[in-house]
């Protein structure tokens, strides 16, 4: 299996432009995860969906992002409009359910340079 | 103050060393820890799951975990070059399923 697919792998943009990311989970993985890591704040969970389904967002740090899940095997995380601030990783992760020992898999991760 | 808190390190031992890497929590909820290793510009891959207070060893390394202090520790015998790594702990209270994580520790092993 090729993993956890995350495009594009790196990101430069200018404030107030649109970003999207993608995400193709593992093939069968029912679970799907978006998380964004910093040096300051560490890794930290943005929402996550079940069966395609948006469980919780409250990682979500406001309005300007929004991510949609259309079909099992496909994901997008969207900041519009981005800041400077919204510079991070993010990672894509799936599991095959949301429970105890449902080890995440995680994608190599989106480097995102908003200037 | 983040929920799980762990020194950012860096923190460099030679080969063969014995590691040892820790965190502290404050959420007297949480029930199940984790360790996750994070190469360079990698996703994070989880190491070592338990629960509870206790010990688990899996070949050079060992989970531990002092619920009555909220401290998680773990060790990595015989530490070789590519155990270097960024290690992060994580904790979970049982009804999320969803992991609070550290911001990580990074860890060097030089020949």
């Known amino acids: 299996d090729a993993g956890v697919i995350q495009s594009p792998r790196h990101e430069v943009t200018e404030m107030g432009q649109e970003v999207t990311l993608r995400c193709k989970p593992i093939?069968?993985?029912?679970?799907l995860f978006w998380y964004r890591q910093t040096m300051m704040r560490g890794l930290e969970l943005l929402i996550y969906f079940n069966n395609n389904v948006p469980i919780d967002d409250s990682g979500m740090p406001e309005d300007r992002f929004s991510a949609k899940m259309p079909n099992a095997s496909f994901s997008t995380l969207k900041i519009q409009p981005s800041e400077p601030r919204d510079s991070a990783v993010y990672f894509c992760a799936s599991s095959l359910g949301v429970g105890r020992q449902e080890t995440q898999y995680f994608g190599p991760g989106t480097r995102l340079l908003v200037l | 103050q983040k929920e799980v808190e762990q020194d950012p390190g860096p923190l460099s031992v030679p080969e063969g060393a014995i590691v040892s890497l820790n965190c502290t929590y404050s959420?007297?909820?949480?029930?199940?820890f984790m360790w996750y290793r994070q190469y360079s510009r990698k996703g994070p891959e989880l190491l070592m799951y338990t629960y509870s207070s206790g010990n688990k060893e899996d070949g050079r390394f060992t989970a531990q975990v002092d619920k009555s202090s909220k401290y998680i520790s773990l060790f990595i015998r015989d530490s070789q070059p590519s155990d270097s790594a960024t290690y992060l702990c994580?904790?979970?209270?049982?009804?999320?399923?969803?992991?609070?994580f550290g911001r990580g520790t990074s860890l060097i092993v030089h020949p």
């Open positions: 093939s069968g993985h029912n679970s």
């Open positions: 994580a904790a979970e209270s049982g009804g999320s399923y969803i992991p609070t």
């Open positions: 959420n007297s909820a949480f029930q199940y």
